[in-house]
């Protein structure tokens, strides 16, 4: 699925980019080059960040009640 129509970018390229160490909007949109143009792309991949925090809290979470 397409995060970025303008520039092509897919919603697995974002998450891979969040996976390599991008933790913040302006990270990814240097990485990708998404949002440069009409940037109704930028919920989206706020929520993608949000989401990516959420699961490794979660992670975290998981680890410290030895679950
Ligand atoms: S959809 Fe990303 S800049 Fe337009």
């Given at each position: 699925m397409y995060v970025c129509l303008c520039?092509?970018?897919?919603e697995s390229q974002v998450n891979e980019a969040i996976s390599q160490g991008c933790c913040n909007k302006s990270m990814i949109q240097d990485k990708l080059g998404l949002g440069s143009v009409c940037g109704s792309c930028i919920?989206?991949?706020q929520i993608l960040l949000d989401q990516s925090r959420y699961a490794q809290l979660e992670i975290d979470e998981s680890i410290l009640l030895g679950i």
């Amino acid at each position: 699925m397409y995060v970025c129509l303008c520039k092509g970018v897919t919603e697995s390229q974002v998450n891979e980019a969040i996976s390599q160490g991008c933790c913040n909007k302006s990270m990814i949109q240097d990485k990708l080059g998404l949002g440069s143009v009409c940037g109704s792309c930028i919920p989206e991949t706020q929520i993608l960040l949000d989401q990516s925090r959420y699961a490794q809290l979660e992670i975290d979470e998981s680890i410290l009640l030895g679950i």
